[in-house]
């Protein structure tokens, strides 16, 4: 039961192609008597086949996941700033106020990281931290200490570099498993290139069958033509001799 239904299919599928066939040709801007080539009719028939457009726009997204799956092992850097300001005010009750003054901090981080293939990550931190104040305690600037200080603001500089390696030794550890969605994103990218150069292929092979189909069909209704105007000819030279008496008019049953 189910191959006379396939073979209903394919025969449907060939009467739709021999039809877009005629509307091609029907359609090319040539002359009159100019016949189109199959290279012209497989061009166009690929070139509108909207099959072929979604499986390439479908290969197009899992190149595109592909990339994203690649880019999860790139170096990521990271950068940031921060200010802060404290005044604090003088208090007229206290003699020595230690507290007293202004304080300004700004510190800032700039961060290169990456994942690594293994499954650990490495990561090199470069910061700073500057503070400067007028505080007394800070600055050393306290009036009745026995050891002079340089009145004025003072400064604090810190410049850290760390470098942080982590790798798993146990768990979650090993190229096949840090990779796993990469190599799913190649396969399923491989996958689509196939299905749309099977698709390519079946297009081709559909056309290339449907224009020569087209072509005999055409041959075959030139020669009928052909025929018929032949019988034409003769049934009209048949009439003529009837005309002049030199034929019977059962002749033209023949």
Known sequence: VARPARFAIVASMRVRLLLGLLAVVAAAPAAADEDVTLREVVGRAVQGNLDLMRQTL?????????GAARGQFDFILVADVQAKQTRTPLRPDVPIDFLAGTQTDVSGNLRLARPLETGGHVALSLGF????????LTSGNIP???VPFEPGPSSFWTVPLTLTVSQPLWR??????????????????????LRRAQRAHDVVRD?????????????DLDIRRGALALAEDQLQQT????????????????
């Open 207 to 219: 056309v290339v069958i449907a224009y020569w189909d087209l072509l005999a069909a055409t041959r």
């Open 58 to 66: 479908d290969l197009e997204a899992a190149q595109a996941r592909f």
């Open 129 to 136: 931290t500057r503070t400067d104040s007028t505080s007394p």
């Open 172 to 193: 979650n550890r090993g190229r096949d498993l840090a990779t796993v969605q990469i190599r799913r994103a190649a396969l399923a990218r491989d996958l689509e290139q």
């Open 239 to 254: 009439r003529d001799l009837i005309a002049v008496g030199r034929a019977a008019p059962l002749d033209l049953a023949a």
């Open 144 to 146: 009745g200490l026995p």
